[in-house]
């Protein structure tokens, strides 16, 4: 982890002075959180299975979405206080006049290609712009890949992949746009050839087809990829600063159990991602993978970040640009992590 962060005894004394002074004023803080049940977001699901944020005098409302452009939505309507989503949607949110700030990061490269059946049998043999190409002919069809949909972290990845790296173009592919519970339903059933896509999707599926293997990785599809962020609306941190403040070092810790000790936090992980239908070994094992690259800081993801919005708005996944500075606010992370560094 870059700027690495301290060991969990010394967040945890950060927390517990927080708790302390929430106890002494008897302040409970209520946040309105939108989120979705992916592993990107493990923090999330870490320090509410740990009961961090009860202790520290957090009530967290939890909202679960399909995906980011759906909480998007919710945030145009004016719902949602804090937001665990892609960097994606937090771009287009900022876009369309939404006033939010990227705080932290969650993860980062965590996107991976993973192809099943006859696809992954011409990967084995080509490059990958060679295996697409010599599919469509061979098959009478271009290759179906499966992600999220338009504006998502995964389907921007895998656009940025085909149009500059591999450079064939979207023409080259069909990519079918749906929710995370569909993409590996999808796959499994042999419904689409692939999917860009993050774990443990990545892992349930090769687990249980042998034909699937991840043929691409982040750092290969688009290179220094930003993954999912903590972000909240700038009126909460006005309004809560004591409060934002708990739930960053709450953040910091969880993001440290997950580095250090996968074990642990996979059966909190398990309880919010795949509705308990996915194995224990499984999750852990996702934690463990090369494409889970949990990291708080948010200095790391801003060049990638403006990568990807340029990208983004080229296509037209923006309507208008974005001013990321305006979009970081990488104080609160700053402040937490320095008062952690004199302990």
Same mark, same amino acid.
């Given at each position: 982890?870059?700027?690495?962060?301290?060991?969990?005894?010394?967040?945890?004394?950060?927390?517990?002075?927080?708790?302390?002074?929430?106890?002494?004023?008897?302040?409970?803080?209520?946040?309105?959180?939108?989120?979705?049940?992916?592993?990107?977001?493990?923090?999330?699901?870490?320090?509410?299975? #740990?009961?961090?944020?009860?202790?520290? %005098?957090?009530?967290?409302?939890?909202?679960?979405?399909?995906?980011?452009?759906?909480?998007? @939505?919710?945030?145009?309507?004016?719902?949602?206080?804090?937001? +665990?989503?892609?960097?994606?949607?937090? $771009?287009?949110?900022?876009?369309?006049?939404?006033?939010?700030?990227?705080?932290?990061?969650?993860?980062?490269?965590?996107?991976?290609?993973?192809?099943?059946?006859? *696809?992954?049998?011409?990967?084995?043999? +080509?490059?990958?712009?060679?295996?697409?190409?010599?599919?469509?002919?061979? @098959?009478?069809?271009?290759?179906?890949?499966?992600?999220?949909?338009?504006?998502?972290?995964?389907?921007?990845?895998?656009?940025?992949?085909?149009?500059?790296?591999?450079?064939?173009?979207?023409?080259?592919?069909?990519?079918?746009?749906?929710?995370?519970?569909?993409?590996?339903?999808?796959?499994?059933?042999?419904?689409?050839?692939?999917?860009?896509?993050? #774990?443990?999707?990545?892992?349930?599926?090769?687990?249980?087809?042998?034909?699937?293997?991840?043929?691409?990785?982040?750092?290969? $599809? *688009?290179?220094? @990829?930003? %993954?999912?962020?903590?972000?909240?609306?700038?009126?909460?941190?006005?309004?809560?600063?004591?409060?934002?403040?708990?739930? $960053?070092?709450?953040?910091?810790?969880?993001?440290?159990?997950?580095? #250090?000790?996968?074990?642990?936090?996979?059966?909190?992980?398990?309880?919010?991602?795949?509705?308990?239908?996915?194995?224990?070994?499984?999750?852990?094992?996702?934690?463990?993978?090369?494409?889970?690259? +949990?990291?708080?800081?948010?200095?790391?993801?801003?060049?990638?970040?403006?990568?990807?919005?340029?990208? @983004?708005?080229?296509? %037209?996944?923006?309507?208008?640009?974005?001013?990321?500075?305006?979009?970081?606010?990488?104080?609160?992370?700053?402040?937490?992590?320095?008062?952690?560094?004199?302990?």
């Amino acid at each position: 982890m870059s700027r690495r962060i301290p060991l969990l005894a010394l967040l945890a004394t950060l927390v517990l002075g927080a708790v302390g002074q929430a106890k002494a004023s008897d302040h409970s803080t209520t946040l309105e959180v939108g989120y979705m049940p992916i592993l990107p977001v493990a923090q999330l699901f870490v320090m509410e299975g #740990e009961g961090w944020t009860e202790e520290a %005098g957090l009530e967290l409302e939890l909202t679960r979405f399909s995906s980011g452009p759906a909480m998007v @939505q919710a945030l145009a309507s004016g719902e949602l206080d804090v937001m +665990y989503f892609g960097i994606g949607p937090a $771009m287009v949110a900022r876009a369309n006049g939404v006033p939010i700030k990227v705080l932290a990061s969650s993860i980062q490269e965590q996107i991976g290609l993973v192809a099943r059946g006859e *696809l992954a049998g011409y990967f084995d043999q +080509y490059d990958a712009a060679e295996a697409i190409t010599r599919f469509t002919e061979e @098959q009478n069809r271009p290759p179906k890949i499966a992600t999220f949909p338009q504006g998502s972290v995964p389907d921007t990845v895998l656009r940025y992949w085909l149009i500059e790296q591999l450079g064939v173009g979207l023409e080259a592919v069909e990519i079918v746009a749906m929710g995370a519970d569909r993409v590996q339903q999808a796959l499994l059933a042999g419904a689409v050839d692939a999917a860009s896509i993050l #774990e443990p999707i990545l892992t349930t599926v090769q687990e249980r087809d042998d034909s699937a293997r991840v043929v691409a990785r982040a750092g290969e $599809m *688009l290179p220094g @990829q930003p %993954g999912a962020v903590l972000a909240a609306r700038e009126r909460v941190l006005e309004e809560e600063p004591e409060a934002m403040r708990r739930l $960053m070092a709450l953040h910091l810790r969880a993001t440290e159990m997950l580095v #250090e000790e996968p074990g642990r936090a996979a059966p909190h992980v398990r309880e919010f991602v795949g509705r308990r239908l996915i194995g224990l070994e499984t999750v852990e094992a996702a934690l463990s993978s090369p494409s889970s690259h +949990y990291v708080s800081d948010p200095h790391a993801i801003q060049e990638g970040t403006r990568r990807m919005h340029d990208f @983004q708005l080229a296509q %037209g996944s923006l309507r208008q640009p974005v001013d990321l500075e305006a979009l970081f606010d990488t104080r609160l992370y700053d402040d937490v992590s320095a008062e952690l560094a004199t302990q």
